[in-house]
């Protein structure tokens, strides 16, 4: 049996936001496996 994916999509996050905040945040729901980053310019 495979493992459940869940996928989150974070969006408007600050520029002055430090990684290890976001992802203290994130800990607290489950085990953070990979985080990608894309930046949209428009």
Known sequence: RFPVSRKIQIRNIPPHLQWEVLDGLLAQY?????????????
């Open 30 to 42: 489950g085990t953070v496996e990979n985080v990608e980053l894309r930046v949209w310019i428009l």
